[in-house]
């Protein structure tokens, strides 16, 4: 049996309320199997089970261990991709991709609200800038939302008025919009996980998938049992390694790592988040932070490419949070934490099938809460018959790289060193 490694991060220090699954034992029937409890595969599970089918869903840890529940818990619109998206399908799918920017939001919005799942949701959040030309950047998505009708959502911030959101000196300005936002990710994840069973969902946890037996109706093995389904979907994203003939090489585990202050006094929080946004920088190699519900500043960032930890978390995020916020030089630090996102190349995230009926989704580059929930619709439309959106994504082709848990983590590292001589000009 695999044992899960502790991840002692803020969020699990304050999830609402502990949930315990039991672990799968003897043989199951349902009509679709998900491996992976993570927003994928829960937005997937409530999706089909309110639309009827019978669903089982397979962790091999506990709900939400993985980057679903240890994320920046920054909820924000976008579609990954959208260079490589419009080289294969033209102009034309600028249209598609706008449309589903802003989808993956609303799902948890109405997640939220249907299923009253308590989870800090928060709105606004902030582009940052330290350079002129990230600014023009920044004026042309401006331009580009306000084509699209949502102009008096954002607004353009300048040097004189990004204090008005981030109490520092760090930036040139910055973008800001009050449709995007932050919440607890943790318990979104929990919510969702109770949501599915209210609908029937049977979920398992300390149950990892051991092997799937391809036909008909296939069977997905664990060491203590089996599910008997008419479809399966894999859902584990960066840290499973099922199926690796037919998808792997293209995902990529990357880490990205959080720091959470002490609660900050109200004059504090107030300094350094007075909008209580959510913020992050724009640069390739970003960093990214927010309040909590208890004003504790979460800071993130130094995304790790070559799939090796630092040694100690603090050490590596706190003077990058101290160079932007140096007034916090003197707040605690209660919690250090990191995990594995998955990141593909061309940033399209992964969608195929193998066969006729084993569907899998994988490869965010770090923009989950959104594209999660984006791709567990179009996985249930796709189920159910409606394959014009999944078929978008499953035509892109993928850059393949033998061993890429080697060597393509390290190829991918030394690209990466492109882009941070980039942020440095």
């Known amino acids: 049996m695999s044992i899960a490694p502790d991840c002692q991060s803020y969020y699990t220090a304050t999830i609402n309320e502990p949930t315990s699954y039991p672990r799968l034992q003897g043989d199951e029937v349902a ?50 991709g959208r260079p490589a998206l419009r080289k294969k399908y033209g102009a034309d799918i600028e249209a598609f991709i706008d449309r589903l920017c802003w989808r993956g939001n609303e799902i948890v919005e109405e997640n ?82 109770r949501a599915a069973t209210g609908l029937g969902v049977k ?11 391809h036909g008909k109706e296939p069977v997905v093995h664990t060491e203590h049992g089996s599910v008997r389904a008419k479809m399966v979907i894999l859902a584990g994203n960066a840290y499973h390694l099922l199926e690796q003939k037919q998808v792997g090489g293209v995902l990529f585990p990357a ?52 799939g090796r ?32 996102i998955g990141i593909v190349i061309n940033r399209v995230p992964q969608l195929g099938r193998i066969g006729d009926n084993v569907y899998y989704a994988q490869g965010y580059s770090g923009h989950g809460i959104n594209q999660t929930h984006i791709v567990g619709e179009i996985l249930t439309d796709a189920i159910c018959g409606q394959m014009e959106d999944f078929d978008v994504f499953a ?14 983590n390290n190829m991918v590292a030394l690209g990466m060193l492109y882009y941070r001589m980039k942020d440095l000009l």
């Open 31 to 80: 009509d679709i199997c998900i491996i992976g409890g993570g927003y994928t595969g829960l937005s997937s599970a409530l999706r089909l089970a309110e639309r009827g089918y019978a669903v089982a869903l397979l962790e091999s840890f506990n709900i939400g261990w993985g980057a679903s529940g240890r994320n920046g818990g920054q909820l924000l619109n976008g579609l990954g």
């Open 395 to 408: 035509k892109v082709k993928h850059w393949k790289i033998p061993a890429p848990r080697w060597v393509g």
């Open 309 to 340: 930890d630092p040694k100690d978390i603090k050490a590596a995020i706190l003077p990058r949070m101290l160079r932007v916020f140096p007034q916090l030089k003197d707040a605690r630090i209660d919690f250090q934490w990191g995990g594995k």
């Open 112 to 193: 939220i609200k249907k299923y009253d799942i308590e989870c800090d949701l928060k709105y606004g959040h902030i582009d940052c800038a330290f350079k002129d030309r990230q600014m023009r950047d920044l004026e042309t998505e401006f331009e580009r939302f306000s084509s699209l009708g949502m102009g008096d959502r954002f607004r353009m911030v300048g040097a004189d008025e990004i204090n008005e959101h981030v109490g520092t000196r760090a930036y040139k300005g910055g973008l800001y919009n009050d449709r995007d936002g932050h919440l607890h990710p943790l318990n979104l994840c929990l919510g969702e996980a």
């Open 255 to 306: 880490g990205t790592f959080i720091i959470a202050t002490e609660p900050l006094d109200d004059a504090m929080a107030s300094n350094v988040m007075p909008s209580d946004a959510a913020a992050c920088d724009v640069n390739e190699m970003l960093d990214y932070y927010r309040l909590s519900a208890d004003k504790r500043m979460l800071y993130g960032g130094r995304c790790n490419y070559s």
């Open 203 to 213: 979920i398992y946890e300390q149950s990892p998938v051991t092997s799937i037996a």
